[in-house]
Structure formats: structure tokens, C-alpha cells
């Protein structure tokens, strides 16, 4: 059985993607665990599964592991993701998605033998795109939020690494996704959240902000198509073609909602809340690279899997799933 790292299982995307790849490979998970992971995300009687809390800037760790593991592929999914918490303090930001990048690289740089890195960076690089306008994979990166400047920087690094080191990896440029096990600061759990309790729903500015959306196991999907026949040292967009403001994903949602709990007296209201600073207006991929070369299609239908995320989430906000403190940080309301 091949043995593969997943750096971040703990968090949103990588304990999704754990729960697909498990049957497949020998899972080795490597989180710091932070305030953004969950335990509870994870199944503990995965067979062929180890799970390890360290930081990825942990040089002898990263040395130990690769050295008793052997792994052939590394998804690295280890970071600090909120924009509005790296707008608030981003010396975590720069420790986890530039430092941590750097020592991932040099500890794969320093192993001698091969080991496949798949980097999980974001559509948020390419900055602000124009309408009708889609981001290539050669288009010049324009971060606007320190997070985005430490997910492009961890990406030019590796693009380095690449170049000089023949060091055996990709980079992967997904939209905005959604699905179960995503943090409650986010957008979509928030507006669960808040229409499930009565509460405003606070958007930023006037909400025409405009994001394309996919279902987390079509990027994890694309994730591991990307692992197993991508070409080394390219970059790959993934988006779903799916683009929203958030305002029609607040009404969508609130619609949703109230047909599956039958509750006609929803009172919940969209509240524009002051903009955050530096908010780009508007994200859009273009994925005909992976369509092409790797035959890889969003599967999903956007309206399906939102009653499926809705309905989990109304599942488990009712159990004891997420800690009391997840719901302090929201976006919005703290301003
Ligand atoms: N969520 C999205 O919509 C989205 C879209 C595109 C790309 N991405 C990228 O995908 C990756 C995963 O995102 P997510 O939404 O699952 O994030 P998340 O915040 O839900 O989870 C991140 C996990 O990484 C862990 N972590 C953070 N710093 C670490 C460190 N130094 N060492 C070890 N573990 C560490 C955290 O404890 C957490 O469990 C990130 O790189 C993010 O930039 C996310």
C-alpha cells in the first residue's frame, strides 16, 4: 500500500480528502492542530492511518517522518486560511504558509529519495479579475490580503524549488469550496449558523462580491487525478464554473433552508456589514487545463450539494461536533 503525507488533515479540506483517500493509501496526518481543526472531522478507527500533531516548520519532525514513512506523495494542506484573521495578525500566516512551505521543500530537497509534492494553494493569487475575465495558470499573481501574499509566496517559492532543485512537485490553484467539516467562521457555515438562530446575516460592503464555488470532494477529486497523472512542475487550476456573489448565496441559502425545515417564519435578514479592507471583488478560473489534459470535471450539482452541506450542518450544529469558541470569530460582525 502506498504511503502518502496529508499535512492540514485535521482541518476543512484535508479531513475530506482523508475520508476519500483512506481505503487507498496509508494515511500519515501531520496538524499542529489549531483553533481551525477538529477532531471530530475524522473517523479514529481508520485502519491504515497515523496521525501525528507537529508543525510543519519542525525540521527534525518533517526529517523523522519522511525518513520512517518513505511516503511517495505529500499533499500539503497545512495553513492558516482566514483573510479576515490575516488581516487581524499575519505573523501566523507567513509561519505556516511561507516558512512552513520553505521547510517542506528543504526537507524534501535534503531526503534522498523521490517524494511527490502536491501544494494545495488558492484561486486568491491571481488577485482581482475583471468580468468575464478567467485566471490562467501563467497569469502573474496580484495577492491582495496577507493571506494571499502568503499563499503566492509559498507558491513562487516552491516555483524555485522546481526550477533549481528538480524538486518533484505541483501546484494547485482551487476556488472556494464548501461542504461538511469547514470551519464555522467561513461564509456558508456563517449564514447556516445565523439564519438557524434568528440572526442577521452580516455580508461585507454591498455584497456584490463575486466568488466561484465547488463542492470539497471535486477538489479533492482534482487533487488526487493531479497526484496521480498531473506533470511535475506545472500549475493547475480548479474551479467548478459556478460564480455567486454573496448576497445570492445568502437568499439561495435562506431558501434552501426553509423548505427543508419547513419553516415559513425564517426572519433571518441579510446585513451589509463595513467592507473589509482590500476586498477583492471578483475571482474566476479557468480550468480547461486539468479538463484537457487530466480529464478531470466538476461532478457536482452546486444546488444538490448545498442542501447536502445545509442539512449537515443543521445536523451538527444540534450535537456537541464543533467547540463553543468556533463561533466567536465571525466574519462581520466583530467590525
Ligand atoms: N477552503 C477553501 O475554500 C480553499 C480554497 C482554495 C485553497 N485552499 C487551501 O487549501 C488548504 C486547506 O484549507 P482548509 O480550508 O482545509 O483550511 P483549514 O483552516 O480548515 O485547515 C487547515 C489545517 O492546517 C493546520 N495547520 C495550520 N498551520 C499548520 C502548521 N504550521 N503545521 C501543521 N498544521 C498546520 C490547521 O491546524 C488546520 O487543521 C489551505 O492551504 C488553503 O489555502 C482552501
Redesign the pocket.
Known sequence: MKKVII??????????LINILKNKYFIIN?????????FNNINPYIKNYRFYK?????KIFIKNILKKYNPSIIF???????VDRSIDGPE?FI???I??VFNLLESIRNYQKKIKLI??????VYGDVKKNYKSKEEDAYRPSSP?SAT?AS?DLLIKSYIRTYKIPAII???????GP???PE?LIPTIIYNILNQKPIPIYGKGQNIREW?Y?ED?CDALIRIAEDGIIGENYN?GSGVLLNNIDIAKKIIFAIKKIIHHSNIISKIKLVRDRPGHDLRYSLNSTKIKNQLKWECKSSFKERINETIVWYINKFKTNHFKNDDFKYRTGLKI
Open positions: 499535512t492540514g488533515g485535521l482541518g476543512f479540506i484535508g479531513s475530506n501531520i496538524d499542529k492542530v489549531t483553533y481551525a481543526s477538529n507537529a508543525d510543519i516548520n519542525d500539503n494542506l497545512a495553513a492558516e486560511t482566514h501566523k509561519k505556516s504558509n516558512l512552513g501544494h494545495i494553494s488558492t484561486d486568491e493571506y499563499k509559498g494547485t490553484n482551487c476556488c472556494n469550496n464548501f467539516n469547514q470551519y467561513k465547488i470539497v477538489h480548479i
